[in-house]
């Protein structure tokens, strides 16, 4: 079974662009969430897409946006970059969603530049 | 209360010798306690979790050792190798609940 798969897996962008991150879950899951990660903050959660639908939303300012197609695969878009969106931006995708015990499995995540 | 406090930020220990990370939580609706292990250029991998109705989960020469009370839990890494050098990631999720992760203990292993 192929792994989450993420694209592009590098990108530089400058301050006021938007940027698109793809997202291809394992086949059968249907949960896609979204993980920002820098480096001593750790992975903040953006948000979980499941069957098309946002269950949850992290504390991320409204130029964070995603959405899930019928296929499970999902997009992020961040409108407006600046500096500090700078990170690494981590998908995971679960075969289930809300029992808070899913196993999560990780792309090897888009690295975004904001210069 | 959504955080997970995760402690050193980094180890260096020996080969062979035993490598601790020690998280602490303060919601008390999380109930699962996975620990992810990240290698540079990937994304993180579920090692091991634990529930809290055990207070020691052991894999191998991983363990958890889990403290309710105290709302803390700990990876134990014994007899480390130069392979286990990495990133580790402690969560904490509950039932509705978005995972919370630590902000990761960067390990490395001296041969």
């Known amino acids: 079974k192929a792994g989450v798969t993420q694209t592009p897996r590098y990108l530089i962008k400058t301050r006021g662009q938007q940027v698109t991150l793809s997202c291809s879950p394992i086949?059968?899951?249907?949960?896609v969430s979204w993980y920002q990660q820098t480096p001593g903050q750790g992975l903040q959660f953006l948000f979980e897409?499941?069957?098309?639908?946002?269950?949850n939303k992290g504390n991320f300012p409204g130029r964070f946006s995603g959405r899930q197609f019928s296929n499970s695969r999902s997009e992020m878009n961040v409108s407006t970059l600046e500096l500090g969106d700078s990170a690494l931006y981590l998908c995971?995708?679960?075969?289930?969603?809300?029992?808070?015990?899913?196993?999560?499995?990780f792309g090897s995540g888009t690295q975004l530049s904001v210069l | 209360q959504q955080q997970v406090k995760q402690s050193p930020q980094s180890l260096i220990v020996q080969k062979g010798g035993i490598s601790i990370i020690n998280c602490a939580y303060e919601n008390t609706a999380f109930d699962y306690f996975p620990w992810y292990q990240q290698f540079p250029g990937k994304g993180p991998a579920l090692l091991i979790a634990?529930?809290?109705?055990?207070s020691e989960k052991k894999e191998g020469r991983f363990t958890i050792s889990f403290n309710k009370s105290a709302k803390q839990f700990s990876l134990h890494i014994m007899d480390s190798q130069p392979g286990d050098s990495a990133t580790y990631f402690c969560a904490a999720g509950g039932y509705g609940q978005n995972f919370v992760f630590g902000p990761g203990t960067r390990l490395s292993v001296l041969p």
């Open positions: 086949s059968g899951h249907r949960s």
């Open positions: 995971a995708s679960s075969s289930a969603a809300g029992t808070g015990r899913e196993k999560l499995f």
């Open positions: 634990i529930r809290p109705d055990v």
């Open positions: 897409y499941f069957s098309e639908t946002q269950r």
